[in-house]
């Protein structure tokens, strides 16, 4: 089994050595031509995964009023830039766009601005929200008060692998394997035997774990953390980190490749399944804290939803609906919040600038 993909990885292989995991994983992502978000919309039952916004409108509509409640308590600001990372087919936007409409002065105030590196999913998003601006890079965003949101964003983005051996911690490479041919090429990760000399790469709670451990670092994740909170500090504004992960640094294997809501092999078939690592949550706070930023949370996604009215909410539509929707509504809260469904697994970051109020869902 290979994919087009694989060729041109093999390639670069044989003509360079062998990759570091972050490469292999930005390349089955985001290569221009084969990568897997720049061909496809993989949301949703027909593509391979579903995310929170598609499950249900009130995950949408809640960050919206979560967005007017803390800009109220930042003193509404006359001009913001909302921003969202990876916004998908734009649905959470467009669901947290209709929420503040309610609220007087919000909307006049705003321009919307998408981080967005996937022609197919911009172009899905242009549809359910006209009127936004597109980027694809974080640094081109326009200063001002920031308000951003990023939901399955960072566990999208690259993971350096290191194995901690007799001699100290080595980092896994992507190698061809012994049968692999320039027809049909395939992969196997193995560890290339120096010692990093920049062993404090790993975080302190990752570094003394026993031999034979693997550890993984997002230093692409800490970079967007750093400067999204550090815009933040200097301009004000708030954002919102929401994804399945730790909220501790730890050591553990989470690389994973999804396709049609089935776990496969992540070496197989690069870019035509998702990769994905947990997102340590841990990392992104000290990354944040170095950007300046207040750093509130991780709090789990249930508690959070729960807190921002999650259950009010579900109730009010509930009012209009017909029973068959009634029962959607159930099933939707329960999946977004429950510890057994995404409730617990998925946690939610908050940042400020350092003498901001505590945002809704934070307060002590
Ligand atoms: N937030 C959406 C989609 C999550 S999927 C939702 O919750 O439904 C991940 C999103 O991030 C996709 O839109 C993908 O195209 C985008 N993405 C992945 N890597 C990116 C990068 N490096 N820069 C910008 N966008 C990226």
Same mark, same amino acid.
């Given at each position: ?142 200063? /001002?008060?920031?308000?951003?949101? *990023?939901? =399955?964003?960072?566990? @999208? !983005?690259?993971?350096?692998? +290191? &194995? ?80 399945? /992960?730790?909220?501790?640094?730890? *050591?553990? =294997?989470?690389?994973? @490749? !999804?396709?049609?809501?089935? +776990? &496969? ?92 109020? @505590? ?6």
């Amino acid at each position: 089994m290979s994919s087009p993909l694989s060729k041109n990885i093999a390639r670069l292989i044989r003509e360079t050595g062998p990759m570091p995991i972050s490469h292999f994983m930005a390349m089955a992502l985001g290569h221009p031509k084969h990568g897997y978000y720049m061909t496809r919309d993989p949301l949703g039952a027909a593509g391979d995964f579903t995310t929170a916004p598609e499950i249900s409108q009130m995950f949408g509509e809640l960050i919206g009023l979560w967005i007017a409640e803390t800009w109220i308590a930042q003193g509404s600001p006359s001009k913001i830039v909302l921003a969202e990372l990876g916004p998908g087919r734009g649905t959470l936007m467009a669901d947290a766009l209709r929420a503040l409409r309610a609220v007087p002065g919000l909307l006049p105030a705003l321009e919307i601005h998408f981080v967005e590196t996937s022609p197919v999913l911009a172009a899905i998003q242009k549809q359910n929200v006209p009127n936004a601006t597109w980027h694809d890079r974080f640094d081109t965003l326009p200063e /001002g008060p920031l308000y951003l949101i *990023a939901n =399955e964003f960072f566990d @999208a !983005l690259p993971i350096r692998q +290191f &194995v901690r051996t007799k001699q100290g911690w080595c980092e896994r490479y992507v190698m061809l394997t012994e049968d692999s041919t320039e027809e049909s090429p395939s992969f196997e990760p193995a560890i290339v035997p120096v010692p990093q000399a920049s062993n404090d790469i790993l975080a302190a709670g990752q570094r003394n774990a026993p031999i034979g451990s693997l550890a993984e670092v997002s230093p692409a994740s800490a970079a967007f953390a750093e400067d999204i909170a550090s815009r933040i500090a200097k301009h004000g504004g708030a954002a919102l980190i929401i994804d399945y /992960g730790h909220p501790k640094s730890a *050591a553990g =294997e989470t690389l994973q @490749a !999804l396709r049609k809501h089935e +776990f &496969v092999s992540v070496f197989e078939t690069p870019g035509e399944a998702d990769l994905t690592a947990h997102v340590d949550f841990e990392a992104l706070a000290v990354a944040a804290k170095a950007g300046g930023a207040e750093v509130y949370g991780p709090i789990e996604q249930g508690t959070f939803l729960r807190a921002l009215g999650i259950g009010e909410r579900a109730e009010r539509l509930k009012a209009k609906a017909t029973p068959e929707q009634a029962r959607d509504i159930d099933s939707a809260e329960h999946r977004l919040t429950s510890r057994e469904e995404m409730g617990s697994l998925f946690k939610v970051l908050a940042l400020t600038p350092k003498d901001a109020p @505590a945002p809704a869902g934070f307060e002590v």
